[in-house]
């Protein structure tokens, strides 16, 4: 059925150092994969989404990668902060049936300073 | 203002009660969902509606029922709560096609 793979579960990274963030989606004509952070409490936001028609977007410190082939995509943290420690989500679109996107299971990504 | 407005923000009652938690957003967005998020962090799509019509209804047991009295609000109902239950549940808002979702700040449901 439809899945979308998210590792790892658990990351820890020094401040400064960066994090890598994947995920595996099966639905082929997913076209729309957005990226989540959740903070401790908090609600879900959106901090970058990419495009089936793009193969990697920027926005300072993160990016997204996407391989359509290889059915991932993956998020790239530089320079990582205290403040980026979060809960992060990646998604695809599902197009078969009802429009919706599906999550990943999540990272927790722990920035030590 | 906040765009996505959900209460309540806690919710503490005891199995077999039944109880409502309300969503309401002011973005103008057509759809609307509702999310549950487990002890795991796992998200969950629950329903989904489309200008008030129910359009996602993923394999949730018939106790919850949702209710969009217009394209602003969503509520969910849950009959004979069991423990099981226990989670936060996000309410969330967007534009038909899926493009960003805006989530409501949740509300933490415990059930005794």
């Known amino acids: 059925g439809e899945n979308v793979e998210q590792h790892p579960s658990t990351l820890s990274v020094q401040e400064g150092d960066s994090a890598v963030i994947k995920c595996t989606y099966s639905d082929s004509a997913s076209n729309y994969f957005p990226w989540y952070k959740q903070e401790l409490g908090k609600r879900p936001q959106l901090i970058i989404d990419i495009r089936s028609n793009v193969g990697e977007k920027k926005d300072q410190r993160i990016a997204v990668t996407l391989n359509k082939t290889a059915k991932h995509f993956s998020l790239h943290i530089t320079e990582t902060q205290p403040e980026d420690s979060a809960v992060y989500f990646c998604a695809a679109s599902i197009t078969s049936g009802t429009y919706k996107y599906i999550f990943g299971t999540g990272t927790r990504l722990k920035v030590l300073a | 203002d906040t765009a996505v407005s959900q209460t309540p923000k806690y919710l503490v009652t005891q199995m077999g009660n039944d109880k409502s938690i309300k969503c309401e957003q002011n973005?103008?967005?057509?759809?609307m969902y509702w999310y549950k998020q487990d002890s795991k962090k796992f998200l969950k799509i629950m329903f989904s509606?489309?200008?008030?019509?129910?359009?996602i209804n993923e394999t949730v047991p018939n106790r919850f029922s949702p209710k969009s009295p217009d394209k602003a609000h969503l509520n969910l109902h849950i009959n004979s709560l069991e423990l099981g239950d226990s989670a936060v549940y996000f309410c969330a808002s967007g534009f038909t096609g899926l493009e960003k979702l805006f989530f409501g700040s949740g509300t933490q449901l415990s059930v005794l």
């Open positions: 509606y489309n200008n008030k019509e129910l359009i």
């Open positions: 973005l103008g967005h057509d759809t």
